[in-house]
């Protein structure tokens, strides 16, 4: 604790040493690099990281400057991050401390550094230096267009104007954004089945070539082949750090394996309730518990957040919101008569659900196979329980 308060200090004081001085004037010596790091092992890390370094061996001069920092101090920190209200802030550290934090993490890095003229240097340390200062480094995140791989091509463009030309000649095109988050998700994969939950139909639209640059190996990519007043945009690059290759071990616990175990449970218990013309009114409560919990969920981020990816998500369609309030009438001995309307209209929803995803109007995690079964089985189970209890 006392280290990570240490780095925190030292992050600070530095920033302000260095945005503190008067502004110096690079040498011709002096380099621009885009900075790549690969995928960590955390979730949060799946996409790897881009950043800026400054370097000017005659003034002693290596810095960061890396557009993905959030500031934890933040007043209501987790409300805001939920609700897509999150500051991110440009983020100045020594080019030392920044290498060291990632070779910790056996995370490889590349560097770039880019063909620049010693005025577009300057432009771009000046940009740099005045976008870094306390009043002008906040932006509002945004994970698919404003975070720290698409500022590298925004800021860029900006300093650099007509006579950069950025590549956006990828050899896998037609890809949609959850397409390309998936390639990121193999070894995430309750990370990635909450990903598909939470984030709408509005990823499932083909991305351009210019807005794959939300992941830093795309931004890698339209760097090495961009071009600068005629002339390879990339004078050199070269690996700074090697990951070493570990291990990774296989898990059975993954989503897909645990809903088909609760899929044959449910069934089991249905089975046996046909045998004994009875219902088992736990199973049914927990049911429509978890689905409308679910949905409350998912409906919470699609209308009270600022999430743009979060938009138009039909999985509200099988985790209904209305059953977390259903939940407590299905706990009861007795049935009402509506309720077989209501579990008719259900099996509409779950069948919607599939339509949806025949058309790819939006796709939904291959995970949810077994739920869908398992809810449209005790559905009916329940509509024909109904029925044969009238009086």
């Given at each position: 604790?006392?280290?990570?308060?240490?780095?925190?200090?030292?992050?600070?004081?530095?920033?302000?040493?260095?945005?503190?001085?008067?502004?110096?004037?690079?040498?011709?010596?002096?380099?621009?690099?885009?900075?790549?790091?690969?995928?960590?092992?955390?979730?949060?890390?799946?996409?790897?990281?881009?950043?800026?370094?400054?370097?000017?061996?005659?003034?002693?001069?290596?810095?960061?400057?890396?557009?993905?920092?959030?500031?934890?101090?933040?007043?209501?920190?987790?409300?805001?991050?939920?609700?897509?209200?999150?500051?991110?802030?440009?983020?100045?550290?020594?080019?030392?401390?920044?290498?060291?934090?990632?070779?910790?993490?056996?995370?490889?890095?590349?560097?770039?550094?880019?063909?620049?003229?010693?005025?577009?240097?300057?432009?771009?340390?000046?940009?740099?230096?005045?976008?870094?200062?306390?009043?002008?480094?906040?932006?509002?995140?945004?994970?698919?267009?404003?975070?720290?791989?698409?500022?590298?091509?925004?800021?860029?463009?900006?300093?650099?104007?007509?006579?950069?030309?950025?590549?956006?000649?990828?050899?896998?095109?037609?890809?949609?954004?959850?397409?390309?988050?998936?390639?990121?998700?193999?070894?995430?994969?309750?990370?990635?089945?909450?990903?598909?939950?939470?984030?709408?139909?509005?990823?499932?639209?083909?991305?351009?070539?210019?807005?794959?640059?939300?992941?830093?190996?795309?931004?890698?990519?339209?760097f090495k082949k961009g071009n600068i007043s005629g002339k390879p945009l990339v004078r050199i690059e070269r690996t700074l750090f090697a990951s070493t290759p570990t291990n990774k071990s296989t898990s059975y616990f993954t989503p897909f394996i645990v809903f088909i175990c609760l899929a044959l449970f449910v069934l089991f218990i249905t089975y046996r309730d046909i045998k004994k013309q009875s219902r088992s009114k736990w199973l049914d409560g927990i049911l429509f518990l978890f689905t409308g919990i679910i949905g409350l969920v998912v409906l919470l981020?699609?209308?009270?957040?600022?999430?743009?990816?979060?938009?138009?998500?039909?999985?509200?369609?099988?985790?209904?919101?209305?059953?977390?309030?259903?939940?407590?009438?299905?706990?009861?001995?007795?049935?009402?008569?509506?309720?077989?309307?209501?579990?008719?209209?259900?099996?509409?929803?779950?069948?919607?659900?599939?339509?949806?995803?025949?058309?790819?109007?939006?796709?939904?995690?291959?995970?949810?196979?077994?739920?869908?079964?398992?809810?449209?089985?005790?559905?009916?189970?329940?509509?024909?329980?109904?029925?044969?209890?009238?009086?």
């Open positions: 604790m006392k280290k990570n308060i240490l780095i925190v200090i030292s992050f600070f004081v530095f920033s302000f040493t260095i945005l503190g001085q008067q502004q110096i004037q690079l040498t011709q010596n002096a380099q621009i690099s885009v900075l790549t790091i690969d995928s960590g092992n955390e979730l949060v890390d799946s996409f790897g990281h881009s950043a800026f370094r400054v370097r000017d061996s005659f003034l002693s001069l290596d810095i960061v400057y890396n557009y993905g920092v959030y500031d934890f101090n933040t007043p209501n920190f987790y409300a805001k991050f939920a609700q897509g209200k999150l500051l991110y802030i440009l983020g100045v550290s020594k080019f030392d401390q920044f290498l060291n934090s990632y070779k910790a993490q056996n995370r490889t890095i590349v560097e770039q550094i880019l063909s620049l003229t010693k005025a577009q240097k300057q432009a771009f340390f000046e940009f740099l230096q005045y976008n870094a200062r306390p009043d002008n480094r906040s932006y509002l995140y945004d994970f698919f267009f404003d975070n720290c791989a698409t500022k590298l091509r925004d800021v860029s463009d900006e300093i650099l104007t007509d006579s950069i030309e950025l590549s956006y000649d990828f050899e896998d095109t037609g890809l949609t954004f959850r397409d390309l988050i998936h390639k990121y998700l193999d070894d995430q994969v309750w990370g990635k089945f909450g990903i598909d939950l939470a984030l709408g139909s509005v990823i499932d639209r083909e991305a351009t070539p210019e807005e794959y640059l939300f992941l830093p190996d795309y931004v890698f990519e339209s981020l699609w209308f009270a957040t600022d999430h743009s990816a979060t938009q138009k998500n039909y999985n509200f369609l099988w985790a209904f919101l209305p059953n977390l309030v259903l939940a407590f009438f299905l706990i009861k001995k007795q049935l009402h008569l509506w309720l077989e309307k209501y579990i008719l209209l259900l099996l509409i929803m779950l069948f919607m659900t599939v339509l949806i995803w025949v058309l790819k109007i939006q796709i939904f995690s291959l995970s949810l196979i077994p739920i869908i079964l398992m809810l449209g089985i005790r559905y009916l189970y329940l509509v024909h329980f109904i029925r044969k209890t009238k009086v």
